[in-house]
């Protein structure tokens, strides 16, 4: 089906579709779950399958179906739902929280015993499946996508599973993603067609966690749809969602772009899947990477369209992008050296990292009033203790073919500490997912010189609280510069708490460490992120890091996943990586 959304400012509107409520022959049970009130679920099937809603019933958001809060929600439908049935299709529209912990069912039908499930049907988001059993799960029959993919959380997302005969298909907005040709359980053999663990929202499993997020629209057949009749159940949900996701694409102010394109692969309001053409690839590619026209040429100009993909629907934005042309080298040097950074330069503890390219296309070269003091490459050199602090001009000279401009930065330079004698420890650490506020640092001190016997820091709650990245806290680390006198803290940006889903953090994981520093481990910096992992990387965990007084740097080391496809799907292992930094704040490329 083609949506057509051309141009930023077009309204998102939907080809007219059939309504899913046209495919109803077969229908077992039916719950459109888009009740205002009541603990009652109306089986709209005729067949009189009423549900019960246990815990909290949420139904205060118009048209957005049952709320799960993770905590008590659940429905509880009817026992032996699928006596007799030698095929089936279950349906339904689903949002998945973000914070779902696992494992969960969406939906599970058949027996506990024990604790455990004793033959049963069901359905969950991780890794998408969906399983038929006779007793627990080592009698499973699964059908699933090949690259075991998780459903996207936060959006709606439509799903079916259609079974008879020996095949088991299993759908995704509409579009067939699993297929499993040796099935031999059917559905009215489960328990013998007695099933009193029926439950929407709830596994069969005591163990496991309850769903979080909204349901509606939920159906049961008693025959497999044709992959025709899924689509059509599909598309208010694929429709609504290249709409959606359309309004919310922007690329922000296209009128003088210098840089090159991020050009989103996934729509944040639908989950639609994002494709790029351009039409003039001179100028902007596909992928977003700008060239400018040289020096003197009129400006450049290129159309982007975005093609957006949700089940069996498509839609289409256009932006237009105008590429000023390049400055001159005369231009670009004197702007380049203007942009100049180097980081600590107002209190140079430690080794500085002198870039040695600048913007546009410009390389740096360094010179120092006071090699002895900071080298030309960087290299500190502080006073003597009882010396006093000095400061030292470092000149800039930013070049391009033939044109060069300099510029003068000072740098601070401290004395060197006294030598003293250590009292005692420090000991950085997080508690773990099992609480909200464990995932953050908290901090203890030694009893004296014991690093036996330590007392908790402010109260024993966090020190440090993360605001960026994934907001979570683990495996801090912290290691002194060799002068004595600064410390970096750093951590792997990681949450667990909420969603408890291990898998997705190695994977879609971040690519980034949190970086703190210090001079008296008492009052800490505004926390930073900086990537240091590949883009083929899945995580980045439990960073550590030394110094390497040869090198004069430090040495920080990892553990990433690292993928060969960039779906970062199928199996691999976490390796050790390592990169090299003066300053927590610019790292060389990462390596194995």
Known sequence: MLLTLAGPAASAQAAPAAGASDVTDGLALWYKLDAGSGGTVTDASGNGRNGTVRGTADWSASGQGLAFNGSDTYIKVPDDIMKGMDSITVSMDVMIDSTQSTPYFL?????????????????????????????????EQTTKPSDSHNLTRGVWKHITYTQTGSTGLLYEDGVEVGRNTSVTITPGAIGSGTTKANYIGKSVYDGDKLFKGRIRDFRVYDRALAGSEVEQLSLPVATQGVADDKDALSLGDTSGVTSDLDLPKTGTAGGSSISWDSD?????????????????????????????KKGTVTGSKKFDVTVPAALDDEAATRQAAEALTVHNLDDARGNLTLPKRGALGTTVTWSSAKPDVVSADGEVHRPAHGDGATTVELT?????????????????????????????????????????????LYAALSKGNDP???????????VLTSTLGEKGLRDPFIIRSPEGDKFYQIATDLRIYGNGDWDASQRTGSKSIMVWESTDLVHWTNQRLVKVSPDSAGNTWAPEAFYDAERGEYVVFWASKLYDNADHSGDTYNRMMYATTRDFYTFSEPKV
Do not use: I
Request: aromatic share 10%.
């Open 280 to 308: 003039n690839p001179s100028v902007v590619s596909d992928t977003g990477k700008v060239t400018r026209p040289e020096a003197g040429s009129p400006d450049g100009h290129a159309t982007l369209t975005a093609t957006l």
């Open 107 to 139: 939906y599970g039908f058949g027996n506990t015993s024990g604790g455990s499930g004793n033959g049963y049907l069901f359905t969950t988001g991780n890794s998408f499946r969906t399983s038929v059993a006779t007793g627990n799960w080592s009698t």
């Open 452 to 462: 036996l016997h330590w007392r908790e820091l402010n109260d024993g709650k966090p």
């Open 396 to 440: 800039a000279t930013v070049s391009k073919g033939e044109a060069e401009a300099t510029r003068v930065l000072t740098a601070k330079v401290p004395e060197l500490p006294v030598k003293a004698a250590l009292k005692g420890y420090m000991f950085s650490y997080f508690t773990g997912e099992g609480t909200s506020d464990g995932e953050q």
